[in-house]
């Protein structure tokens, strides 16, 4: 379950990336077939992946078609942190940070926060915001990014709300250090109300999940 889990969250992310890109004018193809190709190159799905309700018509009937698993209760909380201003994050300094602040390189070439620096045991993780979503540390000095996505996939192995609470503090540094801002799903400043909100949104969801196991 929890595996499927994080094909959900890296789908998601995934998603967010492309349509992060297709805003701004970084990507010429159709939305649509960018998406299907990312999802399979990225993650080489072919036995399980998690359903994403704002897939397109087509995505999910390609889903269907492989007669992939689209069962698992899930949810990604994700935000993004974007320069502030027409700058972009220079690679190099954005990886040390990254590592200072206690993130590794692993699964899928994105950074993961873990536990006691087991891979089995991520805590939250970050995507660039370059499609599809990795990091290339072979060409750092010469290679810049829009932007990073911060995600947590839930339920989480340990307590959800104190990972959650951990991964804004987190995001929050990260933005302070890199002169960067917040920004919510919407494409919005992530603010304080909508930041309660996105808490009482985790909390509904472990009270719902409670529900379903009871």
């Given amino acids: 379950m929890y595996y499927f889990g994080w094909i959900l969250a890296l789908i998601s992310v995934t998603l967010l990336i492309l ?31 998690s359903q ?6 087509d995505t999910i009937d390609q ?7 689209t069962s698992v209760d ?9 320069p ?42 970050i995507a660039s915001l370059v499609e599809p979503g990795s990091f290339d540390l072979s060409n750092l000095k010469e290679s810049y990014y829009p932007g990073i996505t911060i995600f947590l ?13 951990e991964m804004l503090n987190c995001a929050h540094c990260l933005a ?8 919510d799903e919407q494409g ?8 309660r909100f996105m808490r009482e949104e985790v909390i509904d969801f472990l009270h719902h999940k409670l529900k379903v196991t009871a």
């Fill in 19 to 49: 349509i992060y890109a297709y805003g701004t004018g970084k990507i010429a193809t159709p939305l649509n077939s960018r998406i299907l190709k990312s999802v399979k190159s990225f993650f080489s799905v072919s036995k399980a992946v």
């Fill in 52 to 57: 994403v309700n704002d897939l397109p018509d």
């Fill in 63 to 69: 889903v269907q078609r492989e007669k992939i698993d």
């Fill in 74 to 82: 899930s949810k990604v909380v994700a935000i993004r942190i974007t």
């Fill in 84 to 125: 502030d201003g027409d700058q972009l994050f220079n690679a190099e300094k954005l990886v040390l940070l990254l590592r200072s602040e206690g993130f590794q390189h692993g699964a899928h070439n994105i950074f993961h926060k873990l536990n006691n620096g087991d891979q089995e045991q991520i805590r939250y993780s």
């Fill in 153 to 165: 996939v839930l339920p989480s192995k340990e307590d959800s709300l104190t990972v959650f609470d």
């Fill in 176 to 183: 302070d250090k890199l002169s960067g801002k917040l920004i």
């Fill in 188 to 195: 919005n400043l992530l603010s304080v109300q909508r930041e």
